[in-house]
C-alpha cells in the first residue's frame, strides 16, 4: 500500500526537518521527505495547515485488561489513544491478575494485536502482585519483550528489595520506573498537606512522601548502575533531585504529566470534584510552575497522562471515597498546545522531543524520526482547532476527566500506525 501525505508542516528535531514538505510511506516504512513528490497509484490526502510529528508515545497509561474491563479495556484505550493522537502507548502492570510473569505480558501483547489501535509497549511488576516482597519473574517478562519495570500505583517500601530490583534490571538494561510514595507518611492523605487539606478539612498527604523515595531511589540507582525514571513528579524539591543526579551523570530521567503543570491545588474547590483526586495529588501553584521550568530546560524528559479510567459510579462518591485518578489520553495534546506552545513557552521541537522521541528512548524502543527508512508512525494535528473538553466526545469509557469544560486550541486529526490510518480527520478508523 502507497500513502501519500501532502502539503503539511513536517517537524522533526532528530532530522533537523521543520518546513512544509510531503512524505511518501509504502508498506509501513517511509520512503521518501521532500518536495512536489508523487506516487503511480495509492492514497493522497491533502494535510494543509496542519503538522505532521513522530508519532506521539505516552509512556504511562492504565489500559485496565485485564480484569477491571468495566474501567476501560484494551479496545477503548486504545482507540482513546489514537483519537489523542498518540501512535504507541505503555501499558502499567497494575492489573488483576498484576502482569508479573511472562503469561501476563504475552495476553497483552496479543490483545493488543487483536483489537488495539496503537501500538502496546507492557512494562512488567517489580515485585510479585505488586506486594513489594518478592522479586516478580522479571528475567522472563524481558525473554517477551518487556524492557520496563515498575509497582506503579505502589511505592516499593523496603530499600533492600528496591536495591534487588534495579539489580536484576540492571543486567537487562531495562530501565525500573518507581512510583515514588513512602507509605508511611502518606497513609490515608486525600490531597496535598497544607492550605488545600486544612480548607477542604482533608487528610494531607505531604511532598515529603514522594520526595524521600525520589531521594532513595537516586542514591540505589548511584550504588547499580540501573536507569532510573521518576513517574509522575509532582513537586519542586523532587525535581531538583533530578536536576542534581542528571548533573552528576547519572542514568535518571523523570516524567510529568498535564494535570500536575496546568491545575493545582487550589482547583479543588468546595464541590470537592473528584475527577481531581489524583496520585500523587495536585501540588502547589509554586511546584505546577517548577515542573513547567524542568520542561524547558531538560530536566523533565517526558510528558506522560498516567491516564487513569474509572467507572462514573466509583468518582461519583464522597471525595475521600473515590479512587484517585484522572483520564488524559484524549486532552493531553490540546492541553500542551494550548498552555506551552501556544504561548511560547517551548516551541513545536520540544514538544516533539518530551512526547516522542524521549519516550522511545526510555522505553528502549526503535527510533522513529520523518526520513525515508524510518516506521511510518505519524501523529498529525491542526494547530488552529479549537475545541471543548466534553465527555460525548470521548473514546474512552470514563469520564473522570479533570479539564472537563476546558477549551484548547490544538487538537489531533489523523494518525498512523506503520503507514496506517489509526484516525482520519478526527473519527478512530475501525
Not at 479533570?402 to 475501525?430: L, R
Request: with cysteine; charged share 25%; aromatic share 4%.
Amino acid at each position: 500500500m502507497a500513502l501519500m501525505l501532502k502539503g503539511a508542516r513536517c517537524i522533526d528535531p532528530q532530522v533537523g526537518l521543520d518546513e512544509v514538505c510531503d512524505i511518501l510511506i509504502r508498506d509501513g516504512k517511509i520512503v521518501e521527505v521532500g518536495h512536489d513528490l508523487s506516487m503511480e497509484k495509492g492514497e493522497e490526502r491533502d494535510l494543509t495547515g496542519k503538522i505532521v510529528v513522530p508519532g506521539l508515545v505516552d509512556m504511562h497509561v492504565h489500559l485496565r485488561e485485564p480484569g477491571y474491563e468495566q474501567k476501560e479495556d484494551i479496545a477503548s484505550g486504545t482507540r482513546a489513544a489514537a483519537h489523542g493522537g498518540f501512535t504507541a502507548v505503555c501499558a502499567m502492570p497494575n492489573t488483576n491478575p498484576v502482569i508479573d510473569n511472562a503469561v501476563g505480558v504475552e495476553y497483552v501483547r496479543a490483545r493488543a494485536n487483536e483489537v488495539g489501535k496503537c501500538r502496546v509497549i507492557v512494562s512488567g511488576a517489580c515485585t510479585k502482585g505488586l506486594a513489594g516482597e518478592i522479586l516478580a519473574e522479571m528475567g522472563d517478562m524481558h525473554a517477551h519483550g518487556v524492557c520496563a519495570f515498575t509497582d506503579d500505583g505502589h511505592g516499593v517500601q523496603s530499600s533492600g528489595m528496591m536495591r534487588r530490583v534495579m539489580d536484576y534490571a540492571s543486567q537487562f538494561d531495562c530501565v525500573v520506573m518507581p512510583h515514588c510514595q513512602d507509605d508511611s507518611l502518606v497513609g490515608e492523605g486525600q490531597v496535598n498537606e497544607g492550605v488545600a487539606s486544612t480548607r477542604l478539612g482533608m487528610l494531607g498527604w505531604p511532598a515529603e512522601g514522594e520526595e524521600l523515595e525520589i531521594a532513595r531511589d537516586i542514591a540505589l540507582c548511584r550504588l547499580t548502575g540501573c536507569p532510573l525514571h521518576i513517574q509522575h513528579i509532582t513537586t519542586a524539591r523532587g525535581l531538583e533531585m533530578v536536576r542534581q543526579a542528571k548533573a552528576e551523570g547519572l542514568p535518571v530521567t523523570c516524567e510529568v504529566t498535564p494535570h500536575h503543570m496546568f491545575l493545582t491545588e487550589d482547583d479543588i474547590d468546595d464541590t470537592y470534584p473528584t475527577a481531581l483526586k489524583v496520585n500523587p495529588p495536585l501540588r502547589t501553584s509554586d511546584d505546577a510552575v517548577a515542573l513547567v521550568e524542568g520542561v524547558v530546560d531538560g530536566t523533565v524528559d517526558a510528558i506522560v497522562t498516567d491516564h487513569a479510567p474509572h467507572t462514573d459510579w466509583e468518582k461519583d462518591r464522597e471525595f475521600e471515597l473515590a479512587p484517585f485518578g484522572m483520564i488524559g489520553l484524549e486532552t493531553s495534546l490540546g492541553a500542551v498546545l494550548t498552555n506551552l506552545v501556544a504561548k511560547g513557552i517551548i516551541d513545536y521541537d520540544k514538544m516533539v522531543q518530551v512526547m516522542a522521541v524521549n519516550p522511545r528512548a526510555i522505553l528502549r524502543q526503535e527510533p522513529v524520526k520523518l526520513e525515508a527508512g524510518s516506521t511510518a508512525d505519524l501523529t498529525v494535528f491542526d494547530p488552529s482547532e479549537e475545541w471543548t473538553v466534553e465527555r460525548a466526545g470521548f473514546y474512552s469509557k470514563a469520564g473522570n476527566a479533570g479539564f472537563m469544560g476546558c477549551t484548547f486550541t490544538g487538537k489531533a486529526t489523523d494518525a498512523y500506525v506503520g503507514g496506517y490510518a489509526t484516525m482520519e480527520d478526527g473519527v478512530v478508523v475501525e
